[in-house]
C-alpha cells in the first residue's frame, strides 16, 4: 500500500553535508510516522531519527545537533539534512512509515536503502 523510495546518498569528505529524501505513495502519508535508521558494516540497524505525523522530533544522541529531520506533506516526502558528517556516520540509510490503527493492528513499511559513505 505504501512504497518508499530513498536518494540523496553518496560519497562525502568529513565535516561536508548530505540531505536524504525519501519520497512516498499513497494519499495517506500525512497520518504516519516517520523515520530515518542506519546500519553499518558488522552492526544492527539503529533508529536515527524520528518525526510524528503531528511533527515531533526525536534524534539519537550521536546525531543531535547535526542531522535535522523535516516532512513536507504536501510532496509526500521526508527528509534527512545531515551536516557536520563524520566517518562513523557511514552506514546504509533507511526509510521508515509506521502507523498503528486503533482497530486493524500495524502499517509498517522500509525503504531500499541509500549508502552514505564519509571518508577523506
Known amino acids: 500500500q505504501v512504497q518508499l523510495v530513498e536518494s540523496g546518498g553518496g560519497l562525502v569528505q568529513p565535516g561536508g553535508s548530505l540531505r536524504l529524501s525519501c519520497a512516498a505513495s499513497?494519499?495517506?502519508?500525512?497520518?504516519?510516522?516517520m523515520g530515518w535508521y542506519r546500519q553499518a558494516p558488522g552492526k544492527q540497524r539503529e533508529l536515527v531519527a524520528s518525526?510524528?505525523?503531528?511533527?515531533?522530533?526525536n534524534y539519537a544522541d550521536s546525531v543531535k545537533g547535526r542531522f535535522t529531520i523535516s516532512r513536507d506533506n504536501a510532496k509526500n516526502t521526508v527528509y534527512l539534512q545531515m551536516n557536520s558528517l563524520k566517518p562513523e556516520d557511514t552506514a546504509v540509510y533507511y526509510c521508515?512509515?509506521?502507523?498503528?490503527?486503533?482497530?486493524?493492528?500495524?502499517?509498517?513499511?522500509w525503504g531500499q536503502g541509500t549508502q552514505v559513505t564519509v571518508s577523506s
Open positions: 518525526i510524528t505525523s503531528g511533527g515531533s522530533t
Open positions: 521508515n512509515a509506521d502507523r498503528v490503527w486503533s482497530d486493524s493492528g500495524r502499517d509498517n513499511y
Open positions: 499513497g494519499s495517506i502519508f500525512s497520518i504516519y510516522a
